[in-house]
């Protein structure tokens, strides 16, 4: 009887979990310039808030930068077009699975090296991406860790609150407030208390000052212990590649796969989840806040409005 090779074994269920991840009916819409890098943003279920998050999106992050703009069983036609004003590329899925989108919306984009996937209620300032990359190369170049992502300081996070109470002088404030500073990836204020997430963005403002408080910061950064919410992250295609994507599974329509798949994965390979403590940015809220959030929008849209370009010299 033969024996089989291991590694052929190994290399063949990757390919069959590679092309079960990136299998489903989609709409693209190619605009891609065969960037580096690629913000690959999730989209199309709170526009609400994209006169602010979309806008900054496309004031702050390079030109350089592909941006996709991608739709889980949905095609939309304001994001079409909004797509198409701004040259973004745009991904629609008939399947309602996330992974899946996000797995399509990369693949689509072969040429690029890094990944940025951001959700559409994050909030980001001058900066982010560069501050994000030079992070994660800091942390190679450390020797220490490998990292499977690399993430900001956001506000309402499970664990990165915590930094951002820190950079802030906020601790003692929020614990009187809301009893505890616990980090969890859920059940916790932060994470499901509607009024925790408006206090914590009541003190992110004005956001490009604080933004700008946290770029000040001596370069740090946190290794995460437990499951982290992934609404901003960055990391290297080839870890993505490595597992064969990010993991579809049923039933659709469920939420975190994408987020489960991920963190298990760097923990699996031994990939750090790293936190970067000189770039911040903002996220709306969870689900269990949005309710409470969306009614509170307008007391924080002034605040988070794109700050006016310097005045150009009149000339005599």
């Keep these: 009887m033969a024996l089989v ?11 069959l979990v590679r092309r079960r991840n990136l299998t489903g009916s989609s709409y693209f819409v190619d605009r891609s310039t065969g960037s580096h890098a690629v913000a690959v943003v999730l989209a199309g279920y709170k526009p609400y808030l994209w006169d ?13 930068i592909d941006v996709c703009l991608v739709s889980p069983a949905l095609r939309s036609g304001p994001l079409e077009v909004l797509a198409e004003r701004r ?5 629609s899925t008939r399947a309602n699975y ?10 689509r984009h072969p040429d690029a090296r890094w990944v940025i996937k951001l959700d559409e209620d994050i909030v980001i300032g001058e900066g982010f991406f560069e501050r994000l990359l030079a992070a994660y ?3 190679v170049a450390g020797g220490r860790y490998r990292p499977g992502f690399c993430a900001p300081v956001l506000n309402v996070n499970g664990f990165s609150y915590l930094r951002f109470l820190q950079t802030m002088g906020l601790e003692a404030a929020y614990r009187e407030r809301f009893g505890e500073l616990r980090l969890a990836a859920g059940e916790i204020p932060a994470t499901n208390d509607g009024e925790a997430a408006l206090w914590l963005w009541r003190h992110s403002l004005p956001f490009d000052e604080v933004a700008a408080r946290f770029a000040a910061q001596p370069p740090a950064f946190s ?4 499951r982290f919410s992934i609404g901003a992250i960055l ?21 975190g796969v994408d987020e489960a798949s991920i963190c298990r994965k760097c923990v699996d390979m031994s990939r750090a989840m790293i936190v970067a403590h000189d770039v911040f940015a903002g996220h709306f809220s969870f689900s269990a806040q949005e309710t409470f959030m969306r009614e509170h929008v307008d007391e924080l849209r002034p605040e988070l409005a794109l700050p006016r370009p310097p005045a150009v010299p009149a000339t005599s």
Excluded: C, K, M
């Design 98 to 107: 996330v992974s899946l989108a996000q797995n399509l919306a990369i693949a």
């Design 52 to 64: 602010i998050t979309l806008a900054r999106l496309e004031r702050f992050l390079s030109p350089e």
């Design 235 to 255: 990391f290297e295609r080839e870890f993505w590649d490595s597992f064969g994507g990010l993991l579809v599974r049923p039933p659709a329509g469920a939420l």
């Design 5 to 15: 090779d291991p590694r052929r074994v190994e290399r063949a269920l990757a390919g």
């Design 87 to 91: 040259g973004w590329s745009y991904l």
């Design 223 to 226: 290794t995460v212990p437990h």
């Design 137 to 139: 190369e800091r942390v």
